[in-house]
């Protein structure tokens, strides 16, 4: 069976600091990992994606995500921290031979300090 | 273009009632997914339709039943209401690969909110 682990249920960084949100997942064949975020209020919204290729995965608004087999990670980084970043990320896995389901880690909430 | 668009975006219903919530897909897109979002958690995967035909479904009792119209649009079905159900359901659209597999890209509507007293 699938599964994610997201590390940290709550960070907090400054405006302009690196942005490091942790994802370990679970799989007993290949899979297809993503980042979604979700604002207040609002439903989920795809920030990038990893099916196969290339292991570095760049996604919209600065963010991005490695694949790292031998570690099962795949945590997103983003340089610079902006007050718009602050939102609930969520890490999430599907593989393409199960059933149609994608899953979805708890999330992390991310807050920006001024 | 028009995005997934869910209704009613809020409802307060008693234990025991029945709901039905309802989703459109975007245009073009055959396969609809219902999520249950707890406040405080990830979603929970409730089913996958893909061409009128249930494709997948969660851990989730036989209160819970959907189904997916001609037009790809969806109805999510929840008898005997538990204050449990209190949740945000999120309804996501997506155009699947092969055999109606999801590959993940999952483009969601902004949930209906449902309360139970």
């Known amino acids: 069976a699938q599964s994610v682990t997201q590390l940290g249920s709550h960070v907090s960084v400054s405006e302009g600091a690196l942005v490091l949100l942790r994802c370990n997942y679970s799989s007993s064949v290949p899979p297809y990992l993503f980042w979604y975020v979700q604002y207040p209020n609002q439903g989920l919204q795809l920030l990038l994606k990893?099916?196969?290729?290339?292991?570095l995965v760049k996604g919209i608004n600065g963010f991005e995500a490695e694949f790292k087999k031998s570690e099962t990670s795949f945590h997103l980084t983003k340089p610079s921290a902006h007050m718009s970043d602050a939102a609930e990320y969520f890490c999430a896995v599907s593989v393409w031979s199960s059933a149609s389901k994608i899953i979805f880690g708890s999330g992390t909430r991310l807050s920006i300090r001024p | 273009d028009a995005g997934v668009t869910q209704s009613p975006t809020h409802l307060i219903k008693t234990r025991g009632q029945h709901v039905t919530l309802r989703c459109s897909p975007i245009?073009?897109?055959?396969?609809v997914s219902w999520y249950q979002q707890v406040l405080g958690q990830g979603p929970q995967f409730i089913f996958q339709y893909y061409e009128k035909e249930e494709r997948g479904r969660g851990n989730f009792p036989d209160r819970f039943s959907a189904r997916q119209f001609p037009n790809y649009s969806s109805e999510l079905n929840v008898n005997a209401l538990l204050l449990g159900d209190s949740a945000l359901y999120l309804c996501a659209s997506s155009q699947p690969g092969l055999a109606g597999m999801n590959t993940g890209e999952l483009f969601f509507g902004e949930g209906s909110r449902l309360t139970v007293l």
């Open positions: 990893y099916t196969t290729g290339a292991t």
């Open positions: 245009s073009g897109h055959k396969s």
